[in-house]
């Protein structure tokens, strides 16, 4: 998800993070959610490999 990625690379620019959590608290906290967020697609792929790695275990 290409705003997942934007959003991850913003907040992990610590001057725009700081300047967000001076002005705006509240968008900050449902950016990161947005950011922390997985997809149902990596959702899949993670547990596809935790699968595969139980089974060769």
Not at 4 to 23: D, F, H, M, P, Q
Not at 36 to 48: G, L, P
Request: glycine share 6%; no cysteine; hydrophobic share 40%.
């Amino acid at each position: 998800m290409v705003a997942k990625g934007y959003l991850t690379k913003l907040l992990a620019n610590a001057a725009v993070k700081s300047y967000i959590e001076r002005k705006e608290p509240e968008i900050l906290s449902h950016l990161e959610l947005v950011a922390n967020t997985v997809s149902m697609e990596e959702a899949v792929q993670q547990q596809q490999g935790e699968t595969l790695l139980s089974a060769e275990g």
